[in-house]
C-alpha cells in the first residue's frame, strides 16, 4: 500500500466582524496573500489549488505583505513580531525576525528600496515602528496616535514618507528617513480603517467608518480632496488599481465599489449573492489587475467585468471537525466557526463549492455529522440540530434542540441517534423532536449505525462502548465492553453490517464483528501505533481498509486482512480531526489546521 496527497483546499483568511483586513498580493506568481493559524497562504486565483504554504511565525498570523521587488514577504502575527522570510528559495530562509509591538499586527508596508518596513497594529505604549529590514534597527518613530492603527503604507518613491490611520479617528503623516511625525488630518468623524499611496506617490486615500473617501497630497500629508460616497455601511478597505486611475473600495453594505479618482465617481458596485452580515466585504486587493476581495466568511472574491463575482474561493476560517463523503460524490465539512460548506468534487477543487444559504447558522462548534437521504444532519454544542439539503443548498436549523452538548449523530432507522453528554436521543430527523432517550450511568461521547440502521454503538468517557439494537423509535442494550480499553473512547465507526471499530485517547484502536453475538478482531496493542489520541476513524466502502487519524498530526491505513499500515505523517498541523473515504482509493481529511486534504491510497 501507499499514500500520496492529491488536492487541498486551503484555509481562508481569518477575519473579525467590525475589523479592517489587510488583504494583499503576490504579483509575480497571480496570489492573493493572507494568513490562517501559523500560516502564510500565498494562493493563486487562477488556479485556487496552487498555493504557497509557510510556516514562519510561532504564533497566529494576523496579515502578510509582499516586498516590491517580489523576493520577501513579511508576516505579522497576533503577538506584535514581524517575520521577514525569503520568496526566491524554497528553504524560505529568514531574514529578520523582530517583536514590533505588544498586540497584534494589523499592517505592514515596505519602502520602494526594500530596505524600510513600517508595522502597526494593536500595541499597548505603542502602535507601530518603521526599522530596517536587515537588522531591524529603528529608522524613526510612528507616535501620535492614541488608539490601535488600523492601517499605515509608504510612499515608495523618494522622498520617502508614511501614513498611518487610526481608531482614534486621525490620519498621521511622517516625514524621513528618520521618520518624524509631521501633521495629523482629524478630518474623518469615526474609525479611519484604512489608507493607501497610489502607484505614483503623489496621493493616498483614507477610508474610514464614517463612510468618507478622503484623497491626500501624497509629498505634503495635506487634504487635497474628498469623492463622494453612496456606501451605506462602514468602508473597511481600500486599494488602488495598477494604473493609479482607480480605487476599490470594500464595505461593511456588502458591496465592492470601483471609483475614478479623477472624475470622483463610482464606476462600478459589485456585490456578493447574500445580504446577511457573513457578507460584508472586510478587505480588497488587486491582484493583475483583478479586484479581489475578502468577506467577512472568509470567502474571496475575484471579480471580473461583471456585477457579481466571477469565481469565489473558499475555505475554512477555524478547525475542521467533521467531514461527511455523500452518496452522490460531493463532501460536506464543517467547523468550529461555525461553517458548513458544499464541495460538489469530493473536496478536490475549492472553486467547486457551495455556501448553504441560511437564515441563522448553528451558534457554537458542529461537533458531528452525517448523512439522511438529500440532506446531512449536523449538531452542535449549542444543543442545535440542523439540515443542509444537498439539492436545494437551503440550510436549516430544526425546531427542537437536545441537550447537554451533542458529540454524535448517526441514522438508525427513521429516526437520529444523537449522542450527549446527559445521555442517549432518538429524535424525529424533522423536527428534532425526542421520541425516546437512553438515560445512561456513562458519558457518551460519540456514535455511529451499521449500515442497515439495526444496531448503534455508543462510545463512553469511562473506557467502555455499548451495542445497542434499534427497536423502532427505542434502542435496546444489547452487548457492553468495559475492559479492553485503558482511556475514554473518542472514535467509533462501523464498516457496513457486521463489522466496527473504537478507539480511544491512550491511541488504541481495536476491531469488532457483531452478528448474534460480539466478537474482537483486533485486541489491545494491535493497532496501537498512533502516538497520541484517536480522533476519527472510518471504514473503505468494501470494508477491507480502515482510515484513522490522530492529534498525532498523522494519518494512517490499514489492511484489515493482515493487520499492515502505512502513514501518512504531518497530514494536518496540530491534529487529524475528521476523515472520510471518497472511494475505495481516496480519503479526504479535515485538521486542526482548517484545512481540507484528499489522499490517493493505492492497495
Not at 521587488?69 to 529578520?96: F, H, I, M, P
Not at 461527511?324 to 473536496?347: F, N, Q, R, Y
Not at 457496513?496 to 471499530?501: I, Q, V
Request: hydrophobic share 35%; glycine share 8%.
Amino acid at each position: 500500500m501507499s499514500i500520496e496527497k492529491n488536492t487541498e483546499i486551503c484555509p481562508a483568511p481569518t477575519t473579525t466582524r467590525g475589523q479592517p483586513y489587510s488583504l494583499s498580493s503576490y504579483e509575480e506568481k497571480g496570489s492573493v496573500v493572507y494568513g490562517n493559524g501559523l500560516f502564510v497562504y500565498l494562493r493563486s486565483i487562477e488556479d485556487a489549488g496552487t498555493a504557497i504554504k509557510v510556516h514562519r511565525n510561532k504564533h497566529p498570523v494576523s496579515m502578510a505583505r509582499v516586498s516590491p521587488s517580489q523576493k520577501y514577504c513579511a508576516s505579522g502575527d497576533k503577538n506584535g513580531n514581524v517575520v521577514v522570510w525569503a520568496l526566491d528559495n524554497e528553504a524560505r530562509t529568514v531574514k529578520l525576525e523582530t517583536q514590533v509591538i505588544a498586540g497584534a499586527i494589523t499592517d505592514i508596508a515596505w519602502s520602494g528600496d526594500n530596505q524600510r518596513m513600517v508595522a502597526v497594529g494593536e500595541g499597548r505604549d505603542s502602535f507601530g515602528a518603521a526599522f530596517l529590514v536587515d537588522g531591524g534597527s529603528s529608522v524613526g518613530s510612528v507616535a501620535g496616535h492614541t488608539k490601535s492603527i488600523t492601517s499605515c503604507d509608504f510612499r515608495k518613491e523618494r522622498p520617502f514618507r508614511i501614513v498611518t490611520c487610526s481608531e482614534d479617528q486621525e490620519v498621521n503623516f511622517f516625514e524621513g528617513p528618520p521618520f518624524k511625525f509631521k501633521l495629523a488630518q482629524k478630518e474623518h468623524s469615526n474609525t479611519v480603517n484604512c489608507v493607501k499611496y497610489s502607484p505614483s506617490g503623489d496621493q493616498f486615500v483614507s477610508v474610514s467608518s464614517d463612510k468618507q473617501i478622503l484623497l491626500y497630497d501624497g509629498k505634503t500629508g495635506e487634504k487635497a480632496g474628498q469623492i463622494p460616497c453612496d456606501h451605506t455601511g462602514s468602508i473597511y478597505s481600500v486599494a488602488w488599481s495598477p494604473c493609479g486611475k482607480k480605487i476599490a473600495t470594500a464595505s461593511a453594505d456588502k458591496t465592492v465599489k470601483i471609483w475614478n479618482v479623477e472624475s470622483k465617481s463610482c464606476e462600478t458596485t459589485m456585490t456578493v449573492q447574500d445580504k446577511t452580515v457573513d457578507y460584508m466585504q472586510m478587505g480588497v486587493t488587486y491582484v493583475k489587475g483583478t479586484p479581489v476581495s475578502v468577506t467577512f466568511n472568509g470567502d474571496i472574491n475575484i471579480f471580473g467585468s461583471g456585477p457579481t463575482p466571477s469565481k469565489v474561493l473558499r475555505g475554512h476560517m477555524k478547525p475542521v471537525t467533521t467531514l461527511t463523503a455523500t452518496k452522490c460524490g460531493s463532501v460536506v465539512s464543517a467547523s468550529s466557526d461555525p461553517a458548513v460548506l458544499i464541495w460538489s468534487e469530493g473536496a478536490r477543487n475549492s472553486e467547486k463549492s457551495t455556501r448553504p444559504a441560511a437564515k441563522k447558522m448553528h451558534g457554537s462548534v458542529i461537533s458531528a455529522s452525517t448523512q439522511m437521504g438529500d440532506n446531512i444532519i449536523t449538531v452542535s454544542l449549542d444543543d442545535t440540530v440542523a439540515t443542509t439539503n444537498l439539492k436545494s443548498g437551503e440550510f436549516k436549523i430544526l425546531g427542537n434542540k437536545v441537550s447537554g452538548g451533542p458529540n454524535g449523530v448517526t441514522v438508525a432507522g427513521a429516526n437520529l441517534v444523537i449522542t450527549t453528554n446527559k445521555g442517549i436521543f432518538v429524535v424525529s430527523p424533522d423536527t428534532a423532536e425526542e421520541k425516546s432517550k437512553v438515560a445512561t450511568s456513562f458519558t457518551p461521547t460519540c456514535c455511529a449505525a451499521s449500515a442497515s440502521g439495526k444496531f448503534v454503538v455508543v462510545g463512553a468517557k469511562e473506557k467502555k462502548f455499548v451495542v445497542y439494537a434499534v427497536k423502532g423509535d427505542k434502542l435496546e442494550q444489547v452487548t457492553e465492553v468495559a475492559d479492553q480499553h485503558k482511556a475514554a473512547i473518542t472514535a467509533v465507526a462501523w464498516g457496513g453490517d457486521s463489522k466496527f471499530a473504537t478507539a480511544d485517547s491512550s491511541r488504541e484502536i481495536m476491531t469488532w464483528e457483531y452478528t448474534d453475538s460480539l466478537k474482537q478482531s483486533t485486541g489491545p496493542g494491535d493497532m496501537a501505533y498512533h502516538t497520541a489520541a484517536v480522533k476519527c476513524l472510518s471504514f473503505s466502502p468494501d470494508g477491507k481498509f480502515l482510515a484513522s487519524g490522530s492529534v498525532d498530526t498523522h494519518i494512517l491505513i490499514w489492511n484489515l486482512a493482515d493487520k499492515s499500515r502505512i502513514k501518512q505523517e504531518a497530514a494536518h498541523l496540530g491534529g487529524v480531526n475528521a476523515i472520510a473515504w471518497n472511494s475505495s482509493q481516496e480519503v479526504v481529511s479535515g485538521g486542526q489546521d482548517c484545512a481540507i486534504r484528499t489522499w490517493t491510497v493505492r492497495q
